[in-house]
Nanobody, 124 residues
Framework: QVQLVESGGGMVQAGGSLRLSCADS????????VGWFRQAPGKEREFVAG????????SYGESVKGRFTISRENARNTVYLQLNSLKPEDTAVYYC?????????????????WGQGTRVTVSS
C-alpha cells in the first residue's frame, strides 16, 4: 500500500521551470515503478513520464520529451518530475501513480494507486 502526495505545482510564466515531487507517507514507494500523468480541463488523462523500479529506465510522452525529466530517490521514497521550458499547453493537474509492473507503462489502466494531484498553470 502507498499513500501518494504530490507537491511543487504552481503558477509560472512560459519558459519557466518547476519541480514536482511525489512522496509516499508509508515509505513503500521504492517497491514500485512510478508514472506521472496530467489532465487538463476537458481533456483525457495523458502520460507524461515514467520511471522503472530501479530508476534505470525512464520514458516520456512525446509532448514533453527533451523538456521534462523524471528521477527518483528511493532513500527518501520520492519521485521527482523536473519541468523545464514550460508552455501554456502544459497547464494541467499532474498526478503520480504506482505501476502494477516493474516498468512504468504509458497507460493509466496499468496503475493502481494515485495521488490527489498538484496543479501547474503556465501563463503566456
Amino acid at each position: 500500500q502507498v499513500q501518494l502526495v504530490e507537491s511543487g505545482g504552481g503558477m509560472v510564466q512560459a519558459g519557466g521551470s518547476l519541480r514536482l515531487s511525489c512522496a509516499d507517507s508509508l515509505r513503500t514507494l521504492r517497491r514500485y515503478a512510478v508514472g506521472w500523468f496530467r489532465q487538463a480541463p476537458g481533456k483525457e488523462r495523458e502520460f507524461v513520464a515514467g520511471i522503472s523500479l530501479g530508476g534505470d529506465i525512464a520514458s516520456y510522452g512525446e509532448s514533453v520529451k527533451g523538456r521534462f525529466t523524471i528521477s527518483r530517490e528511493n532513500a527518501r521514497n520520492t519521485v521527482y518530475l523536473q519541468l523545464n521550458s514550460l508552455k501554456p499547453e502544459d497547464t494541467a493537474v499532474y498526478y503520480c501513480a504506482t505501476s502494477r509492473g516493474l516498468a512504468a507503462a504509458p497507460y493509466s489502466t496499468e496503475y493502481d494507486s494515485w495521488g490527489q494531484g498538484t496543479r501547474v498553470t503556465v501563463s503566456s
